[in-house]
């Protein structure tokens, strides 16, 4: 369990030098190639065995190990009777946007009995980043790490931990998942929710018949372990803390931070993040958990449980104990369930490392700005029926009061080939067509408009983005991730932005740069980022209960006028509809 990072890979990896022509500038690297197959494999947790879908009869998934600078080439074989594709989540997929795997977005979906290779390069990222599949609720068992190392002879900006550890939460239904959301869509309401958290795939002993089915993180006195921390859950922002050891945030979203120390964190779904953690320097006779528990902000029901690992120094060789299990087992203190004001204050405290090496190149002028509303709403019940959510009305979530309408044809192929009639239409509103008071008095009608609607950009428009929470059905967190690109988070507040004060203080010095931020309850959040990536990219909260709602828009890239600055040609083994 605390194996090293690179030990005992569960899949073939074959490596080949290579020199990179395809991208702006050289990237000297290998190519790692890696296979997945898709199938069905029986999982027991909490006394409940069931079929689930994974990647090479693992769960979690096959780790994937990179260098940057690195390129890799993942056949996905689908086996299943389901489609599936895989999305490579924070990776920037500069030109080569076929491989960013959303489903019926850059590609259509992998049917059953073929296969995609994806292809992309790593370029200029370092970290911890995941993958998962992106298409309906499949994400629930099929995801796993991608660690990336810095370059050969690079070193960390930080001291050469121990060990490195990939830790990454996720959600447990004893139900099928794709039943679940089936269901809730059918009828209109919030959907089950999950049974269990689980660490690296295990609830832990907190839970009913999971004592067996526990994370243990083994320990030496006296070092210093690199925790990659990745929040795969479908619903939930989690708090983590490990009891009686402080945490030192030294990476989020595979971006060096400013270090500080914590004793607790927040992660939302989407959100990875790398820490240090000290070991007690000389053995504490005493066994530790790990926990994580929801941050939850709306108004629905929640799964209100608690994952726990366990943090186990190894007995000295000379060692008295008869027997770790006759150890005190000290226990974390975790934030309230809506602690926000923790929520708050963890995230004021991110700022980008912002170094020669490391800069934070946030644009410092901005071409076009934007103002998206995001939140809950409603949409009419079918004809004849009552469905389960507000006065018989089915649920729903927008951007701007557009719910996002899932094309069947991907909307890159659409846009590469210049046939977007009856596709798309490149008529996202840049600003909610009827203001309103976003976190006062909610409007009368919380209907939804529905669409398949994208922003266009010229190549290179540096964007200011403002996203505000709304109060309809309830204020609550929504965690945006923007495929394609970082940006970065030059502001935040509560209540609704005015730029007439709020502007002065955004932070254009070193502001945290991510793929995934929280729209804070009852506030907004501003992002920067640069269009320089030529393609079709999805926005979307990651909590995947308001994606299958139709909270999710998406911008288009125009080519530029260099042959750098253009989309590469769709690969010939390109999944069709």
Known sequence: MGASLLSSPAFLVFFSFFALCLLPGPVLGITRHYKFDIKLHNVTRLCHTKSIVSVNGQFPGPRIVAREG??????????????????????????????????????????????????????????????????????????????????????????????????????????DPEAVISQALRRGGGPNVSDAYTINGLPGP?????????????????????????????????????????????????????????????????????????????????????????????????????????????????????SIKMLPLFKPILPALNDTSFATNFA?????????????????????????????????????????????????????????????????????????????????????????????????????????????????????LVMQDTSILGAESHPLHLHGFNFFVVGQGFGNFDPKKDLANFNLVDPIERNTVGVPSGGWVAIRFLADNPGVWLMHCHLEVHTSWGLKMAWIVLDGKLPNQKLLPPPADLPKC
């Open 70 to 175: 690195d390129q890799l080439l993942i056949k996905v074989v689908n086996h299943l009777s389901n489609n599936i594709s895989i999305h490579w989540h924070g990776i920037r997929q500069l030109r080569s946007g076929w491989a960013d795997g959303p489903a019926y977005v850059t590609q259509c979906p992998i049917q059953t009995g073929q296969s995609y290779v994806y292809n992309f390069t790593i370029v200029g990222q370092r970290g911890t980043l995941f993958w998962h599949a992106h298409i309906s609720w499949l994400r629930a068992t099929v995801y796993g790490p991608i660690v990336i190392l810095p370059k050969r002879g690079v070193p960390y900006p930080f001291a050469k931990p121990y060990k490195e550890v990939p830790i990454t939460f996720g959600e447990w239904f004893n139900a």
């Open 206 to 322: 907190l839970y009913n018949c999971s004592a067996k089915d526990t994370f243990k993180l083994k320990v030496r006195p006296g070092k210093t372990y690199l925790l990659r921390l990745i929040n795969a859950a479908l619903n939930n922002e989690l708090f983590f803390s490990v009891a009686n050891h402080t945490l030192t945030v030294v990476d989020f979203d595979a971006i060096y931070v400013k270090p500080f120390e914590t004793e607790t964190l927040l992660i939302t779904p989407g959100q990875t993040t790398n820490v240090l953690l000290k070991t007690k320097p000389s053995y504490p006779s005493a066994t530790f958990f790990m926990t994580a528990r929801p941050y939850v902000t709306g108004q629905g029901t929640f799964d209100n449980s608690t994952v726990a690992g366990i943090l186990e120094y190894e007995l000295p060789p000379d060692s008295f104990h008869s």
């Open 348 to 464: 004021n405290k991110l700022r980008s490392l912002a170094s020669a090496q490391y800069p934070a190149n946030v644009p410092q002028k901005v071409d076009k700005h934007f103002f998206f509303a995001v939140g809950l709403g409603t949409s009419p019940c079918q004809q004849n029926r009552t469905c389960q959510g507000p006065n018989g009305t089915k649920m729903a979530a927008s951007v701007n009061n557009v719910s996002f309408a899932m094309p069947t044809t991907a909307l890159l192929q659409a846009h590469f080939l210049g046939q977007s009639n009856g596709v798309y239409t490149p008529d996202f509103p840049s600003n909610p067509i009827i203001p309103f008071n976003y976190t006062g008095t909610t409007p009368n009608n919380t209907m939804v408009s529905n669409g398949t609607k994208v922003v266009v950009l010229p190549f290179n428009t540096s964007v200011e």
